[in-house]
């Protein structure tokens, strides 16, 4: 199985491009990105693009893959709306476009979040703008498309956030895991389990289009 990788420098994206290099049935990882990842694995290609407006430039490196696991998100804390649907939305829509064109039979996976907004009307604006570009990916004529939704994600292997206030909060929230596992374990799941859940339904398909935590812990 051929896969790309998008946002392989943040948090979920390290465990995701972690699970697919050590995953026997995934040949080549392709991994897009505006900075290198700095590593180097047999399995391992890395294109560096800056215009996440434009993959056009791209189009003849990325046919004939399986599958795309698209990881790449910021926080819309501090932002307008317009600049977080510009990141969200429109990044999101111009990889996915191409990709749909260039490999109908590929399975799309978009990082989405606990509380998205379906229906684009809702009061929290990160919300209806996930939801927004949720059901703009369902619509893309791929062989299947998965909206994962986790909650908390604990970060295993040495994982860091790249975001710094993500990466104090965590060091505050860390010893709180294991309780949390308990008291919520539909919520909370794992960098290991979300990549272990990506490539799963990147192989197997699922009924579902939604994969909220618990989902995501029975996959991985």
């Given amino acids: 199985m051929r896969t790309i990788l998008f946002g392989a420098t943040g948090m979920v994206g390290q465990g995701v491009l972690r699970e697919c290099l050590a995953d026997p049935d995934i040949t080549?990882?392709?991994?897009?990105?505006?900075?290198?990842?700095?590593q180097s694995h047999p399995q391992l290609r890395e294109i560096i693009h800056k215009n996440f407006e434009d993959f056009s430039p791209l189009e003849a490196e990325l046919s004939g893959y399986d599958a795309c696991f698209f990881c790449l998100g910021v926080s819309s804390a501090g932002m307008s709306e317009p600049a977080y649907r510009h990141v969200t939305y429109d990044f999101t829509?111009?990889?996915?476009?191409?990709?749909?064109q260039l490999?109908?039979?590929?399975?799309?996976?978009?990082v989405s979040g606990m509380g998205t907004d379906s229906t684009e009307k809702g009061r929290t604006m990160w919300a209806r703008v996930k939801g927004e570009t949720e059901n703009a990916i369902l619509r893309l004529p791929f062989k299947a498309a998965y909206m994962f939704r986790p909650g908390g994600i604990?970060?295993?292997?040495?994982?860091?956030p790249?975001?710094?206030?993500?990466?104090?909060?965590?060091?505050?929230?860390?010893?709180l895991f294991p309780l949390l596992k308990r008291l919520f374990p539909d919520s909370i799941t794992?960098?290991?389990k979300v990549?272990?859940?990506?490539?799963?339904?990147?192989?197997?398909?699922?009924?579902k289009k939604w994969i909220e935590s618990r989902d995501i812990n029975q996959l991985g």
């Fill in 28 to 38: 080549q990882v392709l991994v897009i990105g505006r900075s290198s990842i700095g």
């Fill in 190 to 192: 794992t960098t290991r």
């Fill in 195 to 207: 990549g272990r859940a990506m490539i799963k339904l990147a192989k197997d398909g699922n009924p």
């Fill in 103 to 110: 490999n109908p039979n590929m399975t799309f996976i978009y």
């Fill in 93 to 100: 829509l111009a990889a996915a476009k191409l990709l749909a």
């Fill in 154 to 160: 604990e970060p295993l292997d040495g994982i860091k």
């Fill in 162 to 175: 790249k975001n710094k206030w993500l990466r104090v909060l965590l060091s505050v929230t860390s010893p």
